[in-house]
């Protein structure tokens, strides 16, 4: 999801043949598999796909407000393009991975913009400026394939949805300790993800050097970008779905899945 130059090293060619993004990443290509040419930077993709497929049905079952179900509609849509893209580092599959950042992350700004609104309401010139972000975005990305050009589309986007998240804060306090859980998480995957961009030589040397799985597993540090940014976003979802539901005076609660893994409990609709 940010760039990387493609890796002077032999390349080998798999299933999907000779790659034509971009962009390629530090780990090595079809080493698992033939069929996979970055198997750790694929099946990471999981946490975006599972978690938010099950929240979305989740939603619609509890009559949520359709912006939440799409809210989880758009990681799960990140979170397939990004295995397309790192399962055969196609350049159509890149777009497939990338664009749908932008347009995710301008539905979670509707979202969250729209957490203390009144029922129905709707901020027709916030709706036009997202959607206009989206066309020019796009226009841009595909004419001009500079992947920085992307990065800094989607980390000004990011930026924006602080902002919101910020104002709904201050208006819930109830939901602080969810927002810094989601914040944490995000931070410390975009750390991850520099380290893996600036040290890939010696991340590769290190796996090289070692026939350890779990030494191979732990440096795929975009692959653990993945994990805790698809995590931290999902957090997003559901501290912005909890503010809204506050909003509504409709009861909620986060709970943890077998003492595990943290969801929005929703109360029947009245």
């Not at 001009?144 to 050009?149: E, L, M, Q, R």
């Not at 924006?160 to 201050?170: C, D, N, Q, S």
């Not at 597993?217 to 993945?226: M, S």
């Amino acid at each position: 999801m940010a760039p990387s130059s493609f890796a002077k090293d032999k390349q080998i060619i798999g299933f999907w043949g000779k790659p034509t993004s971009t962009l390629d990443w530090c780990e090595e290509n079809y080493v698992k598999t033939v069929y996979i040419a970055e198997f750790w930077n694929t099946i990471s993709n999981l946490i975006m796909i599972l978690p938010p497929f099950v929240c979305a049905l989740y939603y619609w079952h509890k009559k949520m407000e359709m912006r939440y179900v799409w809210a989880n509609i758009s990681l799960l849509a990140v979170g397939v393009g990004s295995w397309m893209f790192h399962m055969t580092l196609w350049y159509e599959m890149q777009l497939l991975d990338e664009l749908p950042m932008i347009y995710g992350t301008c539905v979670f700004l509707y979202a969250l913009h729209h957490h203390a609104t009144p029922v129905k309401q709707k901020s027709y010139p916030y709706i036009v400026s997202l959607v206009s972000v989206s066309v020019l975005v796009t226009v841009v990305y595909l004419q001009w394939k500079n992947p920085v050009f992307h990065q800094v589309c989607y980390a000004a986007l990011v930026v924006f949805l602080l902002y919101e998240a910020i104002l709904a804060l201050k208006n819930y306090p109830s939901i602080k300790p969810i927002v810094l859980a989601s914040l944490c998480f995000y931070l410390f995957g975009f750390f991850l993800w520099n380290v893996d961009n600036v040290f890939c030589s010696n991340l590769r040397k290190m796996r090289s050097s070692s026939d350890s799985e779990l030494v191979t597993a732990a440096t795929q540090l975009h692959a653990w970008w993945h994990i805790f940014t698809g995590y931290g976003t999902y957090l997003h979802i559901v501290f912005s779905s909890q503010a809204r539901l506050l909003h509504l005076k409709r009861e909620c609660k986060i709970t943890k899945l077998g003492n595990f893994w943290p969801y929005l409990s929703v109360g029947e609709k009245s």
